[in-house]
Every structure is written in C-alpha cells, then in structure tokens.
T-cell receptor, first 114, second 115 residues
Framework: GAGVSQSPSNKVTEKGKDVELRCDPI?????LYWYRQSLGQGLEFLIY????????KSGLPSDRFSAERTGGSVSTLTIQRTQQEDSAVYLC????????????FGSGTRLTVV | AQKITQTQPGMFVQEKEAVTLDCTYDTSDPSYGLFWYKQPSSGEMIFLIYQGSYDQQNATEGRYSLNFQKARKSANLVISASQLGDSAMYFC????????????FGQGTTLQVKP
C-alpha cells in the first residue's frame, strides 16, 4: 500500500478482555516496529520484526503482550486480559530494512480500557 | 545506556520567526543516528530530518536544519520562517548501531506558532 495502515483507529474495551491490533506495512518493507505512546509522553519501543522473525521483543511490558507477523507483511499485536494502564496509542512503523534514516509510521490505534 | 532529553515541554514562536528546539543525547556507541519527528494533533508521526554521527555537515531539509554539536551531544532542530502549520509536538529520537533500528525517543516539545 501507499502507507502504513493500522486498524482499528480507535478501540474501547473492557478491562480483562483481549484485543488485537493490526498493522499493514508498506509493501516490500521487511522491517516492522511497534511502539506505544501514553498520553503526553514520548514513544516507547515494544517489538521489532525482520521478516516474520522478532529478533528484538525487549520492549514488551509483560507476558500479556504478544505479536506476530505473517507472510513478511501484516502484523498483529495482541494484548490479553487488558488493564487500564494499557490505554495508549499503539503505533506501527515499517522500513525497507535495518536502516538509520528513519521509517514511516502509521496513524496508530488509540486503545482505551474502561 | 542510551538516553534522549528534551528539556522544553512547550515553546511559543511568532509566525515567520525562527525557533530552536533543544535535544541532548547520551550514548557510548560511536555510530548512531539522530532524528526529528513532528506529531500534529491528528496523531501521525512525520519524519523531518536525520543526522548520522559521522556526517560532517549539519543536515538540512527545506526550512528544517539540525544543529549537530557532537562534543556537546546536542542535536537541536531549527525551524526557520515558522508557519501556523508548524504547531505540533516535536520529538527527538536516536538509533544506535548495536540495535535493530529501533528508536529511543525524548519526551517531546509542544510548539505553538502565534499569528
């Protein structure tokens, strides 16, 4: 696609429910990243994919968080048993490879846990 | 450990004037990259400018320039001739060679351009 696409754009869920957030990167981009942005804060790294592998998942805050990527394309971030502190904007980014010249972000998914 | 510090939570600038947004960083890695992103109220992250640690010249992109002072570990963003559309949150970020391309972000600076 022309840009990084994320869905849904907004998600309200009840505490304790599971949620899935989707990221569709730019076609051909092998590197994919998930970040989290809490209200008024900077971005916090969650996980990095190169192809379908996740060589760096050091930012996942707990074992309730998991992510996968299939076909070297779409990625899904799953949060199980959501808590109120999970409320944030979840941003996905992709790049052609492991490069030091920036990458393209999606518009994010705003998750609200009530 | 790597760290990015943005000490200005909020800044005001008059339209058509220049403004400098501060960013300092800390890393022991000799190879790293410095980035600035703009985040308007709509929420998307827009890449503005990049500076590599070995680049001799300061990076420029249109009205944006990065004032890179390696010895002081600073990477300030200069926006010339501010426009109303420049009002947004601005984030400084760093990558380093021993990582996977992930970025470490500062806390951001909110810029408001006054007409």
């Amino acid at each position: 696609g022309a840009g990084v696409s994320q869905s849904p754009s907004n998600k309200v869920t009840e505490k304790g429910k599971d949620v899935e957030l989707r990221c569709d990167p730019i076609s051909g981009h092998t590197a994919l990243y998930w970040y989290r942005q809490s209200l008024g804060q900077g971005l916090e790294f969650l996980i990095y994919f190169q192809g379908n592998s996740a060589p760096d998942k050091s930012g996942l805050p707990s074992d309730r968080f998991s992510a996968e990527r299939t076909g070297g394309s779409v990625s899904t971030l799953t949060i199980q048993r959501t808590q109120q502190e999970d409320s944030a904007v979840y941003l996905c980014a992709s790049s052609p490879g492991r490069e030091f010249n920036g990458y393209t972000f999606g518009s994010g998914t705003r998750l609200t846990v009530v | 450990a790597q760290k990015i510090t943005q000490t200005q939570p909020g800044m005001f600038v008059q339209e058509k004037e220049a403004v400098t947004l501060d960013c300092t960083y800390d890393t022991s890695d000799p190879s790293y990259g410095l980035f600035w992103y703009k985040q308007p109220s709509s929420g998307e992250m827009i890449f503005l400018i990049y500076q590599g640690s070995y680049d001799q010249q300061n990076a420029t992109e249109g009205r944006y320039s990065l004032n890179f002072q390696k010895a002081r570990k600073s990477a300030n963003l200069v926006i010339s001739a501010s426009q109303l559309g420049d009002s947004a949150m601005y984030f400084c970020a760093m990558s380093y060679s021993s990582n996977t391309g992930k970025l470490i972000f500062g806390q951001g600076t909110t810029l408001q351009v006054k007409p």
